[in-house]
């Protein structure tokens, strides 16, 4: 299941096993063993590679079944303020941390974690929440 599912997602986005070997830190003879199903990663490999492909453990595994579906560029650039093609700038240099881009048959095709991202906006907005509380303490230590 896993090889089937790791051979699938490095076809699909255009990685090779090198390059998932890079970003993993996970031997590149390790990650062949992977794909061809000679050998199963440990659970803190599976979790490395999820995350280096962006895609739930669970899905490679095969505890779940599809990933989930790709937020819209334009309504996730509308709520972070910035038009939709910086979102893509961004998606495309690895800048944002809830998705990616990937060049597919001369164009490319973007995917947002809805997870994700309602994880990187709470965390955007705690730290908004904490720097208007900071402000606001300011602003009352000068009215003294």
């Given at each position: 299941?896993?090889?089937?599912?790791?051979?699938?997602?490095?076809?699909?986005?255009?990685?090779?096993?090198?390059?998932?070997?890079?970003?993993?830190?996970?031997?590149?003879?390790?990650?062949?063993?992977?794909?061809?199903?000679?050998?199963?990663?440990r659970p803190n490999?599976?979790?490395?590679?999820?995350?280096?492909?962006?895609?739930?453990?669970?899905?490679?595994?095969?505890?779940?079944?599809?990933?989930?579906?790709?937020?819209?560029?334009?309504?996730?650039a509308r709520s972070?303020?910035?038009?939709?093609?910086?979102?893509?700038?961004?998606?495309?240099?690895?800048?944002?941390?809830?998705?990616?881009?990937?060049?597919?048959?001369?164009?490319?095709?973007?995917?947002?974690?809805?997870?994700?991202?309602?994880?990187?906006?709470?965390?955007?907005?705690?730290?908004?929440?904490?720097?208007?509380?900071?402000?606001?303490?300011?602003?009352?230590?000068?009215?003294?």
């Amino acid at each position: 299941m896993l090889a089937d599912k790791l051979k699938q997602i490095l076809s699909e986005r255009y990685i090779s096993q090198a390059d998932l070997s890079a970003k993993t830190g996970i031997s590149r003879a390790r990650i062949s063993m992977y794909c061809s199903g000679t050998s199963y990663p440990r659970p803190n490999a599976v979790k490395q590679i999820a995350e280096a492909l962006n895609v739930p453990a669970g899905w490679l595994t095969g505890e779940v079944k599809e990933i989930e579906p790709s937020l819209s560029v334009s309504k996730v650039a509308r709520s972070l303020g910035i038009l939709p093609q910086a979102l893509r700038e961004g998606l495309k240099k690895c800048i944002y941390p809830f998705g990616y881009a990937v060049f597919k048959n001369g164009k490319y095709k973007y995917y947002i974690s809805p997870t994700k991202f309602a994880a990187y906006q709470k965390h955007d907005l705690k730290g908004y929440e904490k720097n208007e509380r900071t402000r606001d303490i300011h602003v009352q230590k000068r009215s003294y």
